[in-house]
């Protein structure tokens, strides 16, 4: 159990960092240009989505979507409340300073982005035909179509 807890954790630091990367970008580089900082930021949100597919498609080889789904879910959960309450102190800005409309599209558009990351990286799991359901009903398949074992009598 204590493994589960250190890779949940660990996705999660990753997609803050990811973040994190991204606000010391905007703030050193492109401090007042709105259209700078928004392409940034869509670019973050890509690299979300496409590691959480990645994720997707390894974990889903494994283990059924039962058993890393809530994992998945947790660490999402995790990198988006550091994201949105540590992330802006980071760089000496107020996580509420543009308001709560603002503040609250900002969660909507990152469980946007994380959300289509992982159901695009599970779907092409699925249709590549590499999940672990996939896979047991292949071995099902073999198992059921061989002929059994002949017994010879002497």
């Known amino acids: 159990m204590g493994q589960r807890w250190r890779v949940l954790v660990g996705l999660g630091a990753a997609l803050f960092a990811v973040n994190v990367v991204a606000r010391l970008i905007i703030k050193f580089g492109f401090d007042g240009d709105e259209l700078a900082a928004d392409r940034v930021t869509l670019g973050m949100f890509v690299v979300i989505g496409l590691m959480l597919g990645a994720v997707a498609f390894n974990w889903g080889q494994r283990r059924p979507v039962a058993q890393w789904g809530p994992e998945a879910a947790g660490a999402i959960g995790i990198a988006l409340a550091l994201t949105m309450l540590v992330g802006p102190l980071l760089v ?49 398949a073999q198992t059921a179509t061989t002929k059994p074992r002949r017994i010879v009598r002497r």
Do not use: I
């Open 92 to 140: 000496g800005e107020n996580p509420f300073a543009a308001g709560s409309a603002t503040f609250f599209w900002q969660v909507v558009l990152y469980l946007v982005a994380a959300g289509a990351g992982t159901v695009l990286g599970y779907l092409l799991l699925t249709t590549l035909g590499r999940d672990h359901r996939s896979r047991h009903l292949s071995r099902y």
